[in-house]
């Protein structure tokens, strides 16, 4: 059972919560057409997490909350000023005490690490006084979701008994997906890689290459539009998932060579890969609104706050500042941080309103000057 101080993480549990190798295999002939959501379902409500207006700015320098992470991949704020950090490559789950300490909380049991497989996304979830630690994972033979009930108070959390929610997500070397997020709907959102298996993107019966929409408990959830797990299709590599003030859902992607996106993410849309990367009005497949090149962005966790979309750039190496109206781009992106903190893993809007940032310096691909990661704190001001 939770104790009463993390009470406050009911009110965060929208989290915001490098794929550079090419694949050979021929494109399928034609797409999966994009299929609408069961009868019923409706645009969820954005909850009170997303629900500062207009757009905003990072304001100041960057605070250093916590040092000396190794290839994090994940931050979940637990309240009170705490966090859950995930590390890819040795299945440890951190914890920043609400004091300014880091600890142990728990290894999460059966991560199997190796290039960018390991422990990926973490989300939480309250059901009744219970609070669950999903975490999505490279496992032996696949990728999957599990979750662990959060046990003690904040400042000595542990993980429970672990428990599986879906497996057989297809894992390879490169391309895993691995975010989690529980959207305004309730429902547990969860993106995958094509695996380096690239048709398996355009077939809704296939997991890899996706966006999922899951019950707490792993089941489809009610509505999905192709009876399944399925929400999305068409997908190379998702590593960020946000929602802006009006319930628009977003999603970052890896392209291949030459473009990166940010989306705009419907239910039952087709997203192109691997028949087209980036723009290209193809009917049938949803073109982003954002697309930059992989040298500028190689974007992974992204965060939302009002209508503004941040998302962390690991080979460009800064954070975009992307303002959005009615789920369409209303100026220019922006950068800031470029080349300040090397590459950018992740991003979250913090209960105190201020975005969190995870710097991924020491998975092998940042500057091998690197010592450690850090966990970063940036102020936001109202955009004038």
Same mark, same amino acid.
């Given at each position: 059972m939770m104790g009463a101080r993390l009470a406050a993480v009911a009110g965060c549990l929208i989290l915001a919560v490098v794929g550079a190798s090419a694949c050979?295999?021929?494109? &399928?002939?034609?797409?999966?057409?994009?299929?609408?959501?069961?009868?019923?379902?409706?645009? &969820?409500a954005p909850t009170a997490t997303t629900s500062a207006e207009g757009w905003w700015r990072v304001a100041g320098a960057p605070e250093t909350l916590a040092s000396g992470l190794e290839a994090p991949w994940s931050v979940a704020p637990t309240g009170d000023g705490?966090?859950?950090?995930? !590390?890819?490559?040795?299945?440890?789950?951190?914890?920043?005490?609400?004091?300014?300490?880091?600890?142990?909380?728990g290894v999460v049991p059966?991560?199997?690490?190796?290039?960018?497989?390991?422990? @990926?996304?973490? $989300?939480? @979830?309250?059901?009744?006084?219970?609070?669950?630690?999903?975490?999505? @994972?490279?496992?032996?033979?696949?990728?999957?979701?599990?979750?662990?009930?959060?046990?003690?108070? /904040? *400042?000595?959390?542990?993980?429970?008994?672990?428990?599986?929610v879906l497996e057989g997500i297809p894992r390879e070397s490169t391309h895993d997906g691995g975010r989690l997020a529980f959207? &305004?709907?309730?429902?547990?959102?969860? =993106?995958?890689?094509? +695996? !380096?298996?690239?048709?398996?993107?355009?077939?809704?019966?296939?997991?890899? *290459?996706?966006?999922?929409?899951?019950?707490?408990? *792993?089941? &489809? $959830?009610p509505g999905n539009p192709w009876d399944n797990a399925v929400w999305t299709l068409g997908h190379?590599?998702? !590593?960020?998932?946000?929602? =802006?003030?009006?319930?628009?859902?977003? /999603?970052?992607?890896?392209? !291949?060579?030459?473009?990166?996106?940010?989306?705009?993410?419907?239910?039952?849309?087709?997203?192109?890969w691997p028949i087209v990367e980036g723009?290209?009005?193809?009917?049938?497949?949803?073109?982003?609104?954002?697309?930059?090149? =992989?040298?500028?962005?190689?974007?992974?966790?992204?965060? +939302?706050?009002?209508? =503004?979309?941040?998302? +962390?750039g690991l080979r460009g190496e800064r954070l975009w500042t992307v303002d959005t109206a009615a789920g369409a781009l209303a100026a220019e992106p922006l950068a800031v941080l470029a080349a300040e903190q090397g590459r950018l893993r992740d991003a979250v809007v913090a209960p105190d309103g201020a975005l969190w940032v995870l710097t991924n310096n020491t998975d092998g691909r940042g500057d091998p000057r690197a010592e450690d990661d850090l966990l970063l704190r940036l102020a936001l001001a109202p955009a004038t």
């Amino acid at each position: 059972m939770m104790g009463a101080r993390l009470a406050a993480v009911a009110g965060c549990l929208i989290l915001a919560v490098v794929g550079a190798s090419a694949c050979s295999a021929t494109p &399928p002939a034609s797409p999966i057409p994009s299929r609408a959501p069961s009868p019923g379902l409706t645009t &969820p409500a954005p909850t009170a997490t997303t629900s500062a207006e207009g757009w905003w700015r990072v304001a100041g320098a960057p605070e250093t909350l916590a040092s000396g992470l190794e290839a994090p991949w994940s931050v979940a704020p637990t309240g009170d000023g705490g966090a859950l950090i995930s !590390q890819r490559n040795d299945g440890r789950v951190l914890e920043l005490t609400p004091a300014g300490e880091l600890r142990e909380a728990g290894v999460v049991p059966g991560v199997v690490s190796g290039g960018e497989s390991g422990l @990926h996304g973490l $989300a939480l @979830h309250q059901d009744g006084a219970d609070v669950w630690l999903y975490a999505y @994972h490279g496992a032996r033979d696949d990728n999957r979701v599990v979750r662990m009930p959060l046990l003690g108070d /904040a *400042g000595e959390l542990t993980l429970g008994e672990v428990e599986v929610v879906l497996e057989g997500i297809p894992r390879e070397s490169t391309h895993d997906g691995g975010r989690l997020a529980f959207g &305004p709907d309730g429902y547990l959102y969860v =993106t995958t890689g094509d +695996a !380096q298996r690239r048709d398996a993107a355009q077939d809704p019966e296939a997991l890899g *290459g996706k966006i999922l929409r899951l019950t707490p408990g *792993g089941d &489809p $959830a009610p509505g999905n539009p192709w009876d399944n797990a399925v929400w999305t299709l068409g997908h190379r590599n998702v !590593q960020g998932l946000a929602w =802006t003030s009006d319930g628009t859902m977003w /999603a970052s992607e890896f392209g !291949q060579n030459t473009w990166d996106e940010l989306n705009r993410i419907e239910a039952g849309s087709n997203y192109g890969w691997p028949i087209v990367e980036g723009t290209a009005g193809r009917d049938g497949m949803v073109d982003p609104v954002v697309a930059w090149r =992989t040298s500028e962005a190689s974007p992974s966790g992204i965060a +939302a706050k009002g209508d =503004t979309v941040f998302v +962390a750039g690991l080979r460009g190496e800064r954070l975009w500042t992307v303002d959005t109206a009615a789920g369409a781009l209303a100026a220019e992106p922006l950068a800031v941080l470029a080349a300040e903190q090397g590459r950018l893993r992740d991003a979250v809007v913090a209960p105190d309103g201020a975005l969190w940032v995870l710097t991924n310096n020491t998975d092998g691909r940042g500057d091998p000057r690197a010592e450690d990661d850090l966990l970063l704190r940036l102020a936001l001001a109202p955009a004038t």
